[in-house]
């Protein structure tokens, strides 16, 4: 069983190096073989999720410790030389994570199916995409601390090149921007891994977690949590280290803004729960209530910069520091409901804004912008499935009790309530008040955005795209006047059968190329409703049944507390 995790690592990265050969270099294979790739390391997922059920024993001897412990561990000589091993495991803190990025990539290749980049090189586009996928779990199958850097490192050169190739105008100065200040936090990073190693004599992750920093001095133990830290903290991302994001997400192309929003970000939080806090548990003792502090001061200043914003990618971009200011929250706390808390945000943020940036991506491209006063409003009247998906996502993303972004924000306000013994409770107590009036401000920006676009009366724009109708409106017309490249394509009828097959996307034949139904609007689309439908439905299953991720991650959080902790 334990080859199954170096299958999920190694399947990706074999996908991308079969991209090179001469084979796809015919144009539209490439993304369909992505697809393939993604869809397969899906099903290995989701069969690790099914080996990791068995009752312990029954997965092998790679199988791990006791309930909680690591599962389907492999251990291989890495570089023997420095002791390195090539050490992969999950438990109930990566396992959800590690679903969620497969997912999440599988979904941007069935987008792309439908929607190839606007910069054209398709290829080069599923082979990136391929090799951060590799980053991503790897990141969260690590148990070797140098190995972790490493795949933890993987991740930048492909988010960079999404951003500088496919992005938007601005787009390679938010690529350079993201590139600096990863690699800053990365390299304060391994400065605190380092101190780790110096200190304990191992890199081995379970060992260190096991120590609890048994033979580590406080002092060093600080140290390194502060470094280790702010490494973190720049990928999470927390406030003030936050500045790279907003640029990053509005340039990025859609893919690129799901994946970033929805796993990049989750590897920084996911930093805190597997290194810092169990490795360094007298260093974040000391520096909880520094972290809480910054964490709430991200809440109040994501929602007022959202409420701010005009561009609703920008918006949701600054969404993400306060959704994960919450996360943090968590973190501070040092309790199982607190880390429980964490775990939920993660797997709900990923999720709810992952959402998010496929349907801001859909207005984009059907519309030619993304800013709130050129839509006009009315797009529930227009595109009553667009508005409606759209207004769905708002709503869960600003915690609605039966979504599941509902249950972390609830489980972090409740682990402030009750922080762990030694931490000023009455301090905390301040930043369960602060964190409670962040929840009432997000509700305030985004039922501003859906006042704006998804309600009242369509007001016409000068810069709205008006419908293609005949051959010859595609091309230099049909783009000055802001018509999506894919719409426009098929306006000039690129297969009327093909067009079909997509319900509702484009009306007539294929001789006019008449866009209809909707006004000049294209409503959702088949294979959009087939990267989304997924999304929806677990939003909504982790809303009415938390217990679904909860009966996952507690065993995991009771072991980083030690024995006879009780989870409220």
Known sequence: MGRLLIALVAVPLLGAAALTMPAFRTRGRAVAFGTAV??????LTLAAV????????????????????????????????????????????????????????????????RHPPAGGRQRALVCTLLVLEVGMIGTFLALDLLLFFVFFEVVLVPMYFVIALWGGTERRAAAVKFILYTLLGSAVLLIGLLVVWAQAGTLDMVALAERRGAGMPRSAQILAFLAIGAGLAVKTPMWPLHTWLPDAHTEAPT??????AGVLLKMGSYGFARVAIPMLPEGAAALAPWLGALAVVGIIYGSLACLAQRDIKRMIAYSSVGHMGFVLLGFATLTPVGMNAALFGNVAHGLITGLLFFLVGAVKERYGTADMARLGGGMLGRMPHLGSLLTFAC??????????????????????????????????????????AGTVLTAAYFLRLLSRVTHGVHRAAPSEPEAAAGHGVVGARAVEQGVPARTAGEAAGIGGDERAGDAGEIGGTGETGQVGGTGGAVDVTAREWAAWVPLVVLIVLLGLWPKTLLAVTTPAVQAVFGPGMVVP
């Open 395 to 436: 709503i869960a993303s600003l915690g609605l009790p039966g979504l599941a972004g509902f249950w972390g924000e609830m489980l972090a306000l409740l682990g402030a309530f009750r922080p762990a013994a030694g931490l000023p409770r009455p301090l905390f107590l301040v930043f369960m008040a602060v964190g409670g």
């Open 38 to 43: 993604s869809g397969l390391v899906l099903a």
């Open 255 to 260: 893919v690129g803004s799901v994946l970033l």
């Open 50 to 113: 099914a080996a990791f059920a068995l009752p312990y024993g029954q997965d092998g001897p790679t199988g791990g410790g006791p309930d909680g412990g690591m599962r389907l561990q492999t251990d291989l000589p890495w570089i023997p030389g420095l002791d390195l091993r090539f050490h992969l495991g999950v438990d109930g803190i990566s396992l959800p994570l590690v679903v969620l990025t497969a997912l999440l990539t599988f979904l941007c290749f069935v987008h792309l199916t």
